[in-house]
């Protein structure tokens, strides 16, 4: 489970997020979470991307309306529209003390709900358990079970996005941006271009919405992606994502990227405007860095 809201970044840009353990780095992927009735979910797909410093959360149900020849919003009926509220996802860093991770939260697919993400983890091998309480932002004690698929070994990277200027057919501003590299894998996370009202469930804001289509677009667009980057996958193609019609796709468009005169910073430019990119951390030097964003 993983909350500021999106609406406030809880540490200013330029500032460095606290390091995660090593013992947490890697791509973690959910066999199942239980509850105290007894009641127990193995079926949602679960990534869980973790670096040194930041992390990108993407929780995908089964049951997900079929995404085949979807192109947008507008090909979906309200009732798929409510089901896609269902799905979760976010993006942050976390916080340790005394044996408690915390998830703050920078982006987050659904509303704040004013409650703590914490919960206990403890680690076996590749096998992570992690246990919440009832004042957890499940309202409900929990247990998670994840079994780690990568291990940072070759490539562990992240970047926030400093800077935004789209262009006329980007549609908005992606500011605030999480993107993470973890060996053949990235996550990434763009913010809505409006924060949400609070609300219990996403679910709840979008029935309320009604027929109102414009509004309820607004609501889903926050995207969470996982793709590839090597391997069985073209590189920065999306094979999952809260916006199902970009599976299949590139996460970006051809373009090029290059280092800020300091190293400190990418810079990229494609379809999608201008991208001023942070450098939280790499294992990779600028320039392969840049080649491989340029891929």
């Known amino acids: 489970m993983r909350s500021p809201s999106e ?50 959360d993407l929780r995908i149900p089964q049951d997900r309306p079929a995404t085949e020849g979807r192109q947008s919003f507008d090909d979906f009926s309200l009732i798929e529209l409510q089901q896609l509220a269902e799905q979760k996802g976010f993006a942050g860093h976390i916080e340790m003390a005394d044996g408690l991770c915390s998830w703050v939260r920078y982006i987050d697919y659904r509303p704040d709900t004013g409650r703590s993400d914490a919960g206990r983890l403890r680690i076996d091998g590749d096998t992570l358990y992690e246990e919440g309480d009832p004042t957890s932002i499940l309202a409900s004690a929990y247990q998670e079970i994840y079994h780690r698929e990568r291990h940072a070994t070759r490539l562990c990277i992240a970047l926030r996005l400093v800077e935004h200027q789209p262009s006329a057919s980007a549609g908005s501003d992606a500011t605030g941006a999480v993107l993470i590299m973890i060996d053949d894998r990235f996550l990434f996370a763009r913010p809505r271009s409006r924060p949400l009202p609070p609300a219990q469930t996403l679910r709840e804001l979008v029935e309320a919405a009604g027929d109102d289509r414009r509004l309820i677009h607004a609501y889903l667009d926050c995207e969470i992606s996982l793709g590839g980057l090597a391997g069985s996958y073209r590189p920065w193609t999306i094979s999952r994502s809260t916006l ?50 340029n891929e």
């Not at 810079?267 to 080649?291: A, H, K």
Request: aromatic fraction near 12%; charge should be negative.
């Open 7 to 56: 609406s406030a970044s809880p540490f200013a840009l330029s500032d460095d997020p606290p390091a995660a353990p090593e013992w947490l780095v890697g791509l973690w992927c959910r066999e199942s979470i239980r509850f105290p009735n007894g009641s127990k979910d193995d079926t949602t797909r679960v990534y869980w991307g973790q670096t040194r410093r930041l992390y990108v």
């Open 244 to 293: 199902p019609f970009k599976e299949g796709t590139r996460l970006w468009g051809q373009g090029s990227a290059r280092l800020s005169d300091d190293g400190h910073r990418v810079i990229q430019e494609n379809e999608g405007g201008r991208f001023e990119w942070r450098l939280i951390e790499s294992t990779l030097p600028g320039q392969d860095l840049v080649r491989l964003i």
